[in-house]
C-alpha cells in the first residue's frame, strides 16, 4: 500500500524500491565515521560502501531493538550487498523494510514513539523576530512539506517570471529575488493566511491509499507518496477519511494499461505505474521523487511516432525534461536540502 494525499480531485503515489546508484558520497561526523569503519573498515577503505552507508550498518548492527540487532548476522552479508550496489537514498529504504520485517512489533512502537515526540516551539525574541523549531512524524511531516512545497512553487514561478522579465531569457536562479530559504519562509506565512481566510465549509484533502494487486514483489510495499517507508499502523487513525484506490499488475510485469497511440498525455492509471516503477527522476544521479517529476515519452518522442504506453515512458524531473520542449525550470528542479541560504 502507498499513501498520497488527494488535491482537487488529483492525487500523489508512493513508489517501490528499486535501480543501482551510486551516486551518494555522503559525510559524516567524526564519531560516527569511527563506527563506520569499526564496522566495515575493508569495505570503506576500498570505497565500496560510503561512510555514509556504512554507519547504517553500525547502527543495525548495535541497534537497542534486540530483534534488530540479533537478526543483522544472519542478514549482513545481503544488507552489505546493498550497500554497495545501492544509492543511499534506495539502501536506508531497503533497510526500514528489514528491519519491519524482522520486528514488526519494534517497527509500530518506534511509529508511535514517532509521534508522540512531536513539538513545534514558536517563540517571540530579541527586536520582534520569532524562532521557530520542530519536529513531527512521517506521516504529518510529508503532509506539511506537501503543502509548503505547493506554496513554495507558486512563489518561485512568480519570481522567476520577475526575474524573466527583468533579466531576459537567460535569467538564472542568482537572479531571482529571494533565496530557496527565503522563498520557504514566505510560504509558511502563505500557508497561514491562507488557513485563516479558507470558508468554514471548505473542503480538505482526503489522504489517498493505492493498494497494490498482482505483483508479489509488492506485497509488503508501504510506502508514502514520497518513498518514506512507515509503519502501516501509521495509517489506521486516516482510513474513516481516506479514499482507496485499487491497481492490479500483470504479474511482475507491472503492466497496468497501454494507451498506444490513442493519446498524447500519460494520465491515470498509466502515469501512476510509471512513477511506482521509477520511483525518482531516472537520471543518473537525480534524486527528485516521481511525485515531483513529469511522466513523459522516453526513448522515442510523440512527434517522431513514439507510442504513450509503460515502454516508452519514463519519470523526470522538470530540469532533465526541458530538452524535450518543457517550460522554463520548475521549482522542483532545486535539489531537496535543508538549506538556510
Known amino acids: 500500500m502507498a499513501c498520497g494525499w488527494v488535491k482537487d480531485?488529483?492525487?500523489?503515489?508512493g513508489a517501490e524500491v528499486q535501480g543501482v546508484d551510486r551516486r551518494d558520497a555522503g559525510s559524516v561526523s567524526a564519531g560516527a565515521a569511527v563506527a563506520a569503519h569499526a564496522c566495515h573498515p575493508r569495505g570503506v577503505a576500498a570505497g565500496e560502501i560510503t561512510e555514509r552507508h556504512a554507519k547504517t550498518l553500525a547502527e543495525l548492527s548495535g541497534s537497542p531493538r534486540k530483534a534488530v540487532s540479533s537478526g543483522f548476522g544472519d542478514a549482513e552479508?545481503?544488507?552489505?550487498g546493498h550497500a554497495k550496489s545501492l544509492g543511499f537514498d534506495e539502501f536506508a529504504t531497503a533497510v526500514r523494510y528489514w528491519e519491519s520485517?524482522?520486528?514488526?512489533?519494534?517497527?509500530?512502537?518506534?511509529a508511535a514513539r514517532d509521534h508522540d515526540s512531536r513539538y513545534v516551539h514558536l517563540s517571540e525574541s530579541w527586536r520582534g523576530m520569532w524562532v521557530l523549531d520542530g519536529q513531527l512524524d512521517a506521516v504529518r511531516g510529508t503532509e506539511l512539506a506537501t503543502a509548503l512545497r505547493w506554496v513554495e512553487s507558486e512563489l518561485f514561478e512568480a519570481d522567476w517570471a520577475a526575474a524573466k522579465?527583468?533579466?531576459g531569457d537567460k535569467v538564472c536562479l542568482d537572479q531571482l529575488t529571494r533565496t530557496a530559504a527565503k522563498r520557504r519562509a514566505d510560504a509558511l506565512v502563505e500557508l497561514a493566511r491562507r488557513a485563516m481566510a479558507a470558508p468554514e465549509n471548505r473542503k480538505d484533502p482526503r489522504p489517498l491509499f493505492?493498494?497494490?494487486?498482482?505483483?508479489?514483489?509488492?506485497r509488503r510495499l508501504c510506502?508514502?507518496?514520497?518513498?518514506t517507508v512507515i509503519a502501516p499502523g501509521m495509517l489506521v487513525p486516516l482510513?474513516?477519511?481516506?479514499?482507496?484506490?485499487?491497481?492490479?499488475?500483470?504479474?511482475?510485469?507491472?503492466?497496468?494499461?497501454?494507451l498506444g497511440r490513442k493519446s498524447r498525455f500519460f494520465c491515470k492509471a498509466l502515469r501512476r505505474a510509471i512513477q511506482l516503477r521509477d520511483r525518482r527522476c531516472v537520471n543518473p544521479g537525480c534524486t527528485i521523487p516521481s511525485d515531483e517529476c513529469h511522466v513523459d515519452h522516453d526513448t522515442v518522442a510523440w512527434v517522431h511516432g513514439g507510442c504513450t504506453d509503460q515502454n516508452n515512458g519514463a519519470c523526470r524531473c522538470a530540469r532533465h525534461n526541458r530538452h524535450k520542449g518543457t517550460k522554463p525550470p520548475d521549482y522542483v528542479d532545486q535539489p531537496h536540502t535543508h538549506d538556510t541560504s
Open 210 to 218: 493505492v493498494v497494490h494487486l498482482g505483483d508479489e514483489s509488492l
Open 101 to 110: 520485517l524482522v520486528d514488526q512489533d519494534g517497527a509500530e512502537d518506534q
Open 165 to 167: 522579465e527583468a533579466h
Open 239 to 258: 482510513l474513516s477519511e481516506a479514499e482507496i484506490e485499487r491497481i492490479v499488475y500483470e504479474g511482475d510485469s507491472r503492466k497496468v494499461v497501454d
Open 9 to 13: 480531485g488529483g492525487g500523489v503515489v
Open 223 to 227: 510506502e508514502l507518496a514520497s518513498g
Open 77 to 80: 552479508v545481503e544488507l552489505v
